[in-house]
């Protein structure tokens, strides 16, 4: 608004300033002149942008911990997770701790999704311990546009590797309500397909991308997807107990196309949904399923 007030003005002084000078034969106070009208109209409309600027990026530091993209603010919002931290370490094999390269790839997905324009908080940006409801619950008082938590597998086995993402359709009972009340929907309770439906996009473009075995998406009521109101995975990047995975794992080229197969599955799944963010949340008229899935969410944790 300060842009363009001065603007108009600069160009109202100006405009009137050169009739002027078309009228009648100029002189050289008049140019000048002119060269000092002008030169100052220049700093007073750059100072208006620098405040305007500044009360810009005032304004979105007042949103604790987001990550805002200025330009963006109706950018679809995404909670990155990086599975475990603090004295939960999660998987330790193959040289790795899960927690750390967790962490790793959770911080380049950041880097990937902003880069696309979207904007983007994490649950955790060092090696610090959050209970699995306090994760679920960023995205929930976000009401952000997706959850992804990220994990690294293990098997007793060193011959399984792959790519596995996980899901799930009954959410627990307080993340129902939630749905209901936001999407205005009347039934005792509701199954959420979004989650579903993201898994399959991520899972698929990462199996093209690294060329890891497909282990498929998974329905399990972990924490961090069963207590999520947004749609929510849990991807597990490659098994640290396969050797060979184990060292692509930890190489950067390999995180890269890690990182590009989420993007790219989130960024298909975000553009066919664009106008009908709750397609995919449906009606169910069985309670006693809502209050199963309750119990189960809440005392499963994540892998
Ligand atoms: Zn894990």
Same mark, same amino acid.
């Given at each position: 608004? @300060?842009?363009?007030?001065?603007?108009?003005?600069?160009?109202?002084?100006?405009?009137?300033?050169?009739?002027?000078?078309?009228?009648?034969?100029?002189?050289?106070?008049?140019?000048?002149?002119?060269?000092?009208?002008?030169?100052?109209?220049?700093?007073?409309?750059?100072?208006?942008?620098?405040?305007?600027?500044?009360?810009?990026?005032?304004?979105?530091?007042?949103?604790?911990?987001?990550?805002?993209?200025?330009?963006?603010?109706?950018?679809?919002? @995404?909670?990155?997770?990086?599975?475990?931290?603090? %004295?939960?370490?999660?998987?330790?094999?193959?040289?790795?701790?899960?927690?750390?390269?967790?962490?790793?790839?959770?911080?380049?997905?950041?880097?990937?999704?902003?880069?696309?324009?979207?904007?983007?908080?994490?649950?955790?940006?060092?090696?610090?311990?959050?209970?699995?409801?306090?994760?679920?619950?960023?995205?929930?008082?976000?009401?952000?546009?997706?959850? @992804?938590?990220?994990?690294?597998?293990?098997?007793?086995?060193?011959?399984?590797?792959?790519?596995?993402?996980?899901?799930?359709? %009954?959410?627990?009972?307080?993340?129902?309500?939630?749905?209901?009340?936001?999407?205005?929907?009347?039934?005792?309770?509701?199954?959420?397909?979004?989650?579903?439906?993201?898994?399959?996009?991520? +899972?698929?473009?990462?199996?093209?991308?690294?060329?890891?075995?497909?282990?498929?998406?998974?329905?399990?009521?972990?924490?961090?997807?069963?207590?999520?109101?947004?749609?929510?995975?849990?991807?597990?990047?490659?098994?640290?107990? %396969?050797?060979?995975?184990?060292?692509?794992?930890?190489?950067?080229?390999?995180?890269?196309?890690?990182? +590009?197969?989420?993007?790219?599955?989130?960024?298909?799944?975000?553009?066919?949904? +664009?106008?009908?963010?709750?397609?995919?949340?449906?009606?169910?008229?069985?309670?006693?399923?809502?209050?199963? +899935?309750?119990?189960?969410?809440?005392?499963?944790?994540?892998?």
């Amino acid at each position: 608004m @300060i842009i363009i007030v001065k603007a108009k003005r600069y160009f109202k002084i100006t405009n009137n300033f050169l009739k002027k000078r078309r009228s009648s034969p100029a002189t050289v106070k008049d140019t000048l002149f002119g060269e000092y009208l002008r030169g100052t109209l220049s700093y007073l409309a750059l100072g208006a942008v620098f405040l305007t600027l500044g009360w810009l990026s005032d304004r979105l530091e007042a949103v604790p911990g987001i990550q805002l993209n200025p330009w963006q603010m109706d950018a679809p919002l @995404i909670v990155v997770d990086a599975g475990h931290g603090g %004295h939960d370490g999660g998987a330790v094999a193959g040289g790795a701790l899960e927690k750390e390269l967790a962490l790793k790839l959770a911080l380049d997905l950041r880097g990937q999704l902003l880069a696309h324009g979207m904007r983007v908080k994490m649950t955790r940006e060092s090696d610090v311990f959050l209970p699995l409801e306090g994760r679920a619950a960023i995205a929930n008082d976000l009401q952000a546009d997706a959850f @992804i938590s990220l994990h690294l597998n293990t098997s007793a086995n060193p011959d399984v590797s792959g790519i596995e993402t996980y899901f799930t359709e %009954h959410k627990t009972l307080a993340a129902q309500r939630a749905l209901q009340a936001r999407w205005k929907l009347t039934s005792s309770a509701v199954k959420d397909l979004r989650g579903r439906w993201l898994a399959a996009s991520i +899972q698929q473009q990462l199996c093209t991308l690294t060329q890891a075995v497909d282990r498929g998406i998974k329905e399990r009521n972990y924490a961090v997807v069963t207590r999520t109101q947004v749609p929510a995975v849990l991807v597990e990047c490659g098994f640290l107990t %396969h050797p060979d995975e184990a060292a692509k794992l930890k190489q950067a080229d390999y995180q890269k196309q890690l990182i +590009q197969g989420i993007s790219t599955g989130l960024r298909h799944f975000l553009q066919a949904r +664009q106008n009908q963010p709750g397609k995919g949340i449906e009606a169910l008229s069985d309670p006693a399923l809502a209050a199963t +899935q309750e119990e189960a969410g809440a005392e499963t944790t994540a892998p």
